[in-house]
């Protein structure tokens, strides 16, 4: 089984890595609209981590964006060599993630983050920087919002709330995919608008809370770590 290792230059402490965060930011693009919902290809990214043994599985799962037929799908298991930090995530998953991304044959079109894009406290988040990275549209779902305040949004599917830091800047929303549910998180990580991430999510969340793309990289993540972490 090949490990993933972070790759040389990788940042190895928070400093590092807020001068990087810091650096790539401002390569984000925010004022492209992204490819129409329901066209194309997806594909969802997802992590798993096995916190003894600092070993983290990533999935990749490319699906028709019309049908959500699989058309393609990867894995990858990487070695942790970054602290837990917060809002420094990205450090400890991006190899992995890129390595998965890799394997692909087919795609990747949008990138679905099961996590935060703008929506984080250096407007830095994974879905951003993997955006930034890879050059691909990118948009984060996330399940929590982190550190910022929103009203709650109306009860049926599709209404929504912003996602407001401090200086009250809307950073993403707090959108309802399912009447009654709790709410997910979206904003926008790179090549995406915001109201077109959202749209992306509707679309990609006709049954269940989360999108389907990051429901299948999370079964797909899930068992792949098994699988490593039993061989």
């Known amino acids: 089984m090949k490990i993933v290792e972070a790759p040389a230059g990788w940042p190895m402490t928070e400093a590092a890595a807020l001068a990087v965060q810091d650096e790539l930011r401002t390569r984000v693009v925010l004022d492209e609209p992204g490819p129409p919902p329901g066209t194309g290809l997806v594909t969802g990214v997802d ?12 999935a990749a799962v490319v699906l028709d964006a019309a049908t959500f037929t699989v058309v393609d ?14 809002g420094l995530l990205a450090f400890r998953e991006i190899p992995t993630v890129l390595a998965a991304l890799d394997a692909l044959t087919a795609g990747p079109g949008l990138v679905v983050c099961d996590g935060y894009g703008r929506a984080h406290p250096r407007r830095f988040g994974l879905a951003s920087h993997l955006g930034v990275l890879t050059g691909l ?19 049926g599917r ?7 830091a401090d200086d009250a800047e809307e950073v993403g929303w707090a959108l309802r995919t399912q009447n009654g549910v709790k ?19 509707l679309h990609l969340a006709p049954d269940y809370r989360i999108p389907e793309t990051t429901r299948r990289a999370d079964s797909l993540c899930r068992r792949a770590l098994r699988e490593a972490t039993s061989a």
């Open 73 to 86: 799908e990867a894995t990858a298991i990487g070695r942790v060599t970054f602290p837990y930090v917060p």
């Open 47 to 58: 992590v798993a981590y096995d916190d003894e043994r600092d070993i983290v599985a990533a």
């Open 137 to 155: 549209p990118t948009i984060g779902v996330a399940k929590n919002p982190f550190v910022f305040t929103y009203g709650e949004p109306g009860s």
């Open 158 to 164: 599709g209404d929504f709330a912003p996602l407001l």
């Open 183 to 201: 709410p997910v998180f979206v904003s926008a990580g790179h090549r995406v608008t915001l109201a077109n991430a959202c749209a992306h999510t």
